[in-house]
């Protein structure tokens, strides 16, 4: 499963730095966040500014360094409340014994401290020291009182530590924390999704690419779709808290988080592998696949030699997907797709009555700026006339914004009682 690190938009960490030589890993540990889009802000003790200094982390995090409790500057730009306040999660890393204690305590003699007791969200704490110190029992009974109120804790790893020990006391590797703090928010998003998400509890089965019909054991038929539309799709489908089955032509992008990934080759081999989804259950099936009408009557068993000047390879036509699912007795909200070149809402309006579609968003492909290869997209989508729902246009914006206004408009043909319209 590939992680996206780009999709935590507007959640605020602040990442606590106390006094040990960890110290310097966090100077990636807030790059990393930053990366994956967090707003991070940094609070450092006294004991940590001996190793590493706050212009660092200024620099790193963008934004001022707090350090101080009774600095009454700082205190007027965002005072240890208003920090407790702004923050969704407090990462203190390394968090070294001497603080530890002092939560366990409950002592308020730094701002660090002072922040652990004035707020209401998760606070983790990565503890990282000499591995005598991290065994010591007091360092023990201090972390089991932490757990006890709540606080995460991301174990130490065992290695050769800066003392020159070896044992437990390392912290993880920044990667690894910013990780586990990402994983952590999509879980929490995921939740959200799978509860009040415009698709949730649906499960929605995508094609999506190309196919490839084979001529011999080295060629084949094949076209130029990329597969980003029904990639961003499937993105789009799971934020929206569905399942999601991506079935993928050959194509060479990540699989979107969360999402399942079933890889064919041919357009029969999609066929078969839509069949079998349907028999699993499946509420919307979005045909994205740009799938090759046509295959070759005979594969040749072994690679075609060169000989005259012209070759004849006889063609034979493929089944429609979208349109063979359609027909099916347990048939799903049914989505499709038409790129056109021109009279292109004519075409579609017709593909929507002739596949039996409920759906269909149609595009202009000899238009240079949207389609196939391109990151961006413009579409028209028409509903079936049983939901008395007018086309809508949706203007030109990235796959991911296009698609996301998609699942807004299965969600509202899904939700649309055509009863209602006429009670007006
Ligand atoms: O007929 P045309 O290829 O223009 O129709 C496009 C729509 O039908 C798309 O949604 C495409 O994924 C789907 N389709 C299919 N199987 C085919 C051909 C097209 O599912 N053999």
Redesign the pocket.
């Known amino acids: 499963m590939s992680f996206d690190l780009s999709v935590i938009p507007n959640k605020n960490i602040i990442v606590g730095i106390t006094g040990g030589i960890a110290a310097y890993k966090s100077a990636i540990l807030v790059r990393r966040l930053k990366d994956a889009g967090f707003n991070v802000r940094v609070v450092m003790t006294e004991g940590a500014q001996a190793f590493i200094t706050p212009l660092t982390f200024q620099a790193l995090s963008g934004n001022p360094v707090h350090t101080q409790l009774l600095d009454p500057e700082a205190e007027a730009g965002m005072g240890h409340i208003e920090l407790a306040r702004w923050a969704d999660l407090v990462l203190i890393a390394p968090a070294s014994c001497d603080t530890l204690a002092k939560f366990a305590a409950g002592l308020a003699d730094d701002l660090l401290s002072t922040l652990y007791l004035a707020t209401s969200v998760p606070v983790w704490v990565a503890p990282a020291m000499n591995q005598q110190m991290w065994a010591a029992k007091a360092t023990q009974r201090n972390l089991a009182t932490l757990v006890d109120d709540g606080v995460h804790v991301i174990m130490p790893e065992s290695g050769s530590q800066a003392c020159g020990d070896v044992g437990l006391g390392r912290m993880p590797e920044p990667e690894e924390l910013a990780r586990q703090v990402t994983d952590y928010f999509h879980k929490a998003q995921r939740a959200i999704a799978e509860k009040f998400g415009l698709l949730a509890s649906k499960h929605v089965v995508i094609?999506a690419g190309p196919t490839r019909e084979a001529i011999d054991p080295v060629r084949y038929i094949s076209n130029h779709s990329t597969g980003k539309m029904g990639f961003a799709l499937a993105a789009a489908c799971y934020a929206a808290g569905a399942k999601v089955t991506l079935i993928a032509g050959p194509v060479s992008l990540d699989t979107p988080n969360g999402v399942r990934r079933i890889n064919v080759s041919s357009?029969v081999q999609?066929?078969d592998t839509s069949m079998q989804l349907l028999d699993e259950g499946c509420d919307v099936f979005?045909?994205?696949?740009?799938?090759?009408?046509y295959r070759v009557a005979e594969v040749a068993e072994h690679k075609i030699k060169k000989s005259g000047d012209e070759l004849d390879i006889a063609l034979i036509k493929?089944?429609?997907?979208?349109?063979?699912?359609a027909q099916q007795d347990k048939r799903p909200f049914m989505?499709?797709?038409?790129?056109?070149t021109r009279n292109v809402e004519e075409?579609a309006a017709g593909?929507l009555v002739a596949?039996k579609?409920d759906m269909?968003a149609c595009n202009d492909v000899s238009r240079a700026d949207i389609g196939f290869a391109s990151d961006e997209n413009a579409m028209t989508v028409f509903f079936a006339e049983g939901y008395h729902l007018p086309k809508r246009d949706l203007e030109k914006a990235s796959k991911q914004e296009i698609a996301q206004q998609l699942v807004e408009a299965i969600h509202d043909a899904l939700h649309h009682d055509p009863a209602q319209d006429e009670a007006f």
């Open positions: 094609t357009a999609m066929l979005i045909a994205t696949a740009a799938v090759a009408d493929n089944p429609d997907i979208v349109a063979t699912i989505v499709g797709f038409a790129a056109e075409y593909k596949k579609l269909i």
